[in-house]
């Protein structure tokens, strides 16, 4: 198994809903990243997650939440999102710092309304 | 220090030609430069990598050529297909850091 896959695809909600993004990967990555890309724009790093905890967090407003439960999955907690933070949210895996290359997920499109 | 610049933003080019992608970076610590290609509604896929110890690579259609001394790297894909349109983006990182810094990104079609 050589993906990292995202659930749900899409996803549409209130500015009071509270919703998770669901990642999972069985490569044996240890690294597991989430990143945000609004159109026409790269991605741009959100959370690090390295042997399950969280080593990096690019200052993003509380109201995105990371978890990870096991090496495998990562979950985005979401809570009290505004319009703009409407975006393709993408995880992402690889080995570990110590080596090279990221898999990315398909993404899941948050639209916040 | 930590910007890759990318040019150009957007590229038209004929089914058969060549595509060219130009990224230039500053920090000269960066160790490896992968470059990613995205369709619409999907994630960025890895498409070849390069590490500076070598000045070019290819993969099928795919070349990077690399130099170092002017700290720029290039994707080349020859004979360019209407399925190679997609938006790419030159990236780059170190051994040893986790963090992946990105190119603004290059929008390409390839025009019958």
């Known amino acids: 198994d050589t993906e990292v896959t995202q659930t749900p695809k899409h996803l549409v909600m209130g500015m009071t809903n509270k919703k998770s993004l669901k990642c999972e990967q069985h490569?044996?990555?240890?690294?597991m990243y989430w990143y945000k890309q609004k159109a026409k724009k790269p991605p741009e790093l959100m959370f690090v997650?390295?042997?399950?905890?969280?080593?990096i967090n690019e200052s993003v407003p509380s109201r995105f939440s990371p978890e990870c439960p096991n090496s495998s999955l990562l979950n985005l907690h979401l809570h009290a999102l505004q319009p703009e933070d409407s975006a393709l949210y993408l995880c992402?895996?690889?080995?570990?710092?110590?080596?090279?290359?990221?898999?990315f997920g398909s993404g899941t499109r948050l639209t916040v309304v | 220090q930590q910007q890759v610049k990318q040019s150009p933003q957007s590229l038209i080019v004929q089914k058969g030609g060549i595509s060219i992608i130009n990224c230039a970076y500053e920090?000269?610590?960066?160790?490896?430069f992968p470059w990613y290609q995205q369709f619409p509604g999907k994630g960025p896929a890895l498409l070849i990598a390069?590490?500076?110890?070598?000045s070019e690579k290819k993969e099928g259609r795919f070349t990077i050529s690399f130099n170092k001394s002017a700290k720029q790297f290039s994707l080349h894909i020859m004979d360019s297909q209407p399925g190679d349109s997609a938006t790419y983006f030159c990236?780059?990182?170190?051994?040893?850091?986790?963090?992946?810094?990105f190119g603004t990104g290059t929008r390409l079609t390839i025009i019958p």
């Open positions: 490569m044996g990555h240890r690294a």
């Open positions: 390069i590490r500076p110890d070598v």
């Open positions: 997650y390295s042997y399950e905890k969280l080593s």
């Open positions: 990236a780059a990182s170190l051994l040893g850091n986790e963090k992946l810094t």
């Open positions: 992402a895996s690889s080995q570990g710092a110590e080596t090279y290359g990221y898999t």
């Open positions: 920090n000269t610590a960066f160790d490896y």
